[in-house]
């Protein structure tokens, strides 16, 4: 199921956060960004370290308060190899939707409840623990 993002409206708000990813999903996003767009991510230039409580992580970099891979046209330049925090946007955490995001309340339950899924299995245990990140 597809969402109907109007993008000229929310001006693609939800690249408008830092995607936060352990190590492991930052290997696999260079290597399939390498694959789909054959763009060699140079780590230091797009990552930045990010410490918790519980470990330290990557976060994308942020430009003039936006993701570093949004376009001029406000969209993802790695679509196609975006963090799996960006997929489930805008269920930002076990039971919870962002309400910044124009279409968190339209979306059907069904979808919701799998997008809650998912983030419930797929995001790491830590990164779900963690409560504030510091960056470095
Ligand atoms: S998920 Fe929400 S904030 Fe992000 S592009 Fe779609 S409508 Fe905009
Ligand atoms: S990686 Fe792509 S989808 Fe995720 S915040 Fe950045 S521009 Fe948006």
Redesign the pocket.
């Known amino acids: 199921m597809k969402m109907n993002c109007d993008i000229e409206n929310c001006k693609?708000r939800?690249?408008h956060n830092c995607?936060v990813l352990t190590e492991d999903e930052i290997s696999n996003l260079i290597l399939n960004v390498r694959k789909k767009y054959t763009i060699e991510l140079e780590p230091r230039k797009f990552f930045k370290k990010v410490k918790g409580e519980f470990g330290t992580y990557y976060a994308?970099k942020m430009i003039k308060g936006q993701?570093i891979?949004?376009n001029k046209e406000n969209r993802?330049r790695?679509?196609l190899c975006?963090?799996t925090l960006?997929e489930l946007y805008p269920v930002i955490d076990i039971d919870m939707v962002d309400k910044r995001c124009p279409i968190a309340n339209m979306l059907p339950p069904e979808m919701l409840s799998g997008l809650k899924r998912r983030y419930a299995q797929e995001i790491d245990g830590n990164i779900k623990a963690e409560q504030t990140f510091l960056f470095v």
């Open positions: 693609s939800c690249c995607a994308i993701c891979f949004l993802c790695i679509y975006r963090p960006c």
